[in-house]
């Protein structure tokens, strides 16, 4: 396995990726992290003040989650370099990309300089490991912005997915009266299984005027105009889906419903374990890289 790794920008998550690799005795190479203030005076931490420096030491990079946010940028917060995605690229030739939430047009760039990319969002272990940071930080956002405790209020989960079916059963603990909103048959056995109420997405309307809190994981629109003249004035509206997310937020704040749009929650809420994850998840993709 690879004792050395180059990481070009990223969130806390990544600095706290970065100290973890070099604590165990990784050299890493940053760039796009030079506010990292925890990062400097660290064993095995190398600051790069070129893009192709940190780069040219290894053949592993690591990039951010999201990777970027436009396609043409590097996701870089704790730096105030503008880090070119093709330029990127050009100086990447031959080795290997892990990031997360990689755009499609990005792998028309790497497929031109012969990149390897890896898009940890897509492996399985992390995808279900920051589910749990994901449902802990909707109830953190629950308990933060509404006047009701948990215990009793009725609540709606639109989607049974991974985060869908833990936030649930979180949601349960604490005494919650949860309904799942599901499409499938598989779906609605499998709520019903779990002691949760059911009901179809498609029939969603003036029922939801019985909701306190309202989370959708659904990455597409769920809670359109239409519906959302049903949802009652104080009720909570999360939205766990990444852009556009699957509530109208013009109609939410035309008819001044309390919208909290939460995305990347388990890095916002939990750095150090979401790092100790991507890092767990990293080793597992080297080993299976170089068969060890």
């Not at 990223?10 to 760039?31: C, P, Q, S």
């Not at 766990?240 to 109208?248: E, K, Q, T």
């Not at 750095?271 to 597992?284: G, M, V």
């Amino acid at each position: 396995m690879s004792t050395s790794f180059a990481i070009i920008g990223g969130d806390l998550r990544i600095i706290k990726l970065a100290e973890m690799l070099a604590e165990e005795g990784n050299i890493v190479y940053t760039y796009g992290l030079e506010k990292a203030e925890e990062l400097k005076g660290k064993k095995n931490i190398v600051f790069c003040e070129k893009l192709k420096q940190a780069i040219e030491n290894t053949e592993i990079v690591i990039g951010p989650i999201p990777f970027s946010s436009n396609g043409k940028q590097i996701n870089s917060p704790f730096s105030d370099v503008t880090i070119s995605i093709r330029e990127f690229m050009h100086m990447m030739n031959a080795k290997i990309l892990i990031a997360g939430s990689i755009l499609p047009e990005i792998y028309d760039l790497a497929n031109d300089e012969y990149v390897e990319i890896i898009d940890i969002m897509k492996r399985e272990e992390l995808a279900v490991l920051n589910t749990i940071s994901t449902a802990e930080g909707a109830i953190e956002i629950a308990i933060s912005n509404t006047n009701r405790i948990i215990h009793g209020s009725e609540v709606l989960i639109l989607g049974f997915g991974r985060i869908g079916k833990v936030l649930a059963r979180k949601m349960a603990g604490l005494s919650a009266k949860v309904t799942c909103a599901a499409r499938k048959d598989e779906d609605f056995a499998w709520i019903k299984a779990y002691g949760h109420n059911a009901i179809n997405i498609n029939t969603l309307g003036e029922n939801l005027s019985q909701y306190d809190i309202i989370v959708n994981t659904v990455p597409h629109l769920v809670l359109t105009p239409e519906r959302l003249q049903y949802v009652k004035g104080d009720c909570l509206l999360i939205d766990l889906a990444s852009n556009p997310g699957g509530i109208d937020k013009k109609t939410a704040k035309d008819r001044d419903l309390k919208l909290i749009w939460a995305l990347a929650l388990p890095g916002k809420v939990a750095p150090i374990t979401t790092a100790e994850f991507i890092k767990d998840t990293i080793y597992n993709i080297l080993k299976e890289i170089y068969k060890k």
